[in-house]
């Protein structure tokens, strides 16, 4: 079966050779490659004319103002290819990602296949933030795991038959899709042998905003993970330790020491945590004692951002990307 590969871009001229090369560089190529632009004001689309240019077997389309699910589906729609595998611009694929991810839909054994994205980290908290945020491949849970469009390949069927990606949506749309790929009863596959690397946030304001705006479209959704429920009830918990030490503030007893007390028990539990976690996946001491900072952006952002979600709505889940 013959395979497209679909992307989308908005103003990546930094990150697009890299990933161009990546592409002409697989041991099994796709039938077709088409890049979707959404209207970049950088050198992107001249970038990618020069590799077709150049004979690259690629197709570039420009959507003005597009988000990431329209580009998507408007790439899909025209891609003529029975499978269709999906990553992103600003990731640099391994030489067998394309090869491996579309071998359990050749062999009828998946509708769905998802390959796993290894961190690409460079300065500290680059480090960080992958230490703190993404598993080793080790620890996906194959059953329950949902693919992310940074590395996925999919019957054309599949996505014909749940209507694509959801367009009143850009920041969790992957989710949104994943989900009702399941609803509609299709066949997963995990392939932890096609990797794409991908580099990580370079800042703590790039990654409260990344993870903020996961939130709030799951939110849009009314879609709830366990990781909300963990941010909520952290926030809950350390309220009430506050608001006791407030209160008891004037009390030079031992009562107002214990919420003092499990406050400071509470943040050593938390930072463990993750320090310890990080050294598992076999990150740097550097890195990992910076982890918990990382992990505490995220779950602040998952709180604000699930929270807010849930108060607007829709209305504000539909960006260009």
Known sequence: MDVGLVTTLLNEEKSLPEFLDSVLAQTRPPR????????????SCEIIRQYITRGAPMELLVLQGANRSRGRNAGIRHCRQPIIAMTDVGCRLAKEWL??????????EADVASGYF???AQTLIERAIAAATVPLAREVNPWSFLPSSRSVAFLREAWEKVGGYPEWSSWNEDTLFALALKKAG?????????????????????????????????????????????????????????????????????????????????????????????RRRGWDWPAALFSPLAMAVVDVAHYFGWLLGMLKGRRGAHNRS
């Open 32 to 43: 077709e490659v088409i890049l979707v632009d959404g209207g970049s004001r950088d050198r």
């Open 99 to 108: 090869e491996k991810i579309v071998a359990p839909l050749e062999r009828g």
């Open 118 to 120: 290894a961190p690409e």
């Open 186 to 278: 299709m066949k997963f596959s995990f392939v932890p042998e096609a990797v794409v690397c991908w580099r990580q946030q370079g800042s703590l304001r790039g990654l409260f905003r990344q993870f903020y705006r996961y939130a709030y479209g799951d939110a849009a959704a009314r879609i709830f993970f366990r990781h909300y429920g963990k941010a909520f009830l952290l926030a809950g918990w350390l309220l009430c330790l506050i608001l006791s030490a407030l209160l008891l503030a004037g009390d030079v007893s031992v009562i107002f020491r214990l919420p003092v007390l499990f406050l400071l028990l509470t943040a050593l539990g938390y930072a463990a945590r993750y320090v310890l976690r990080s």
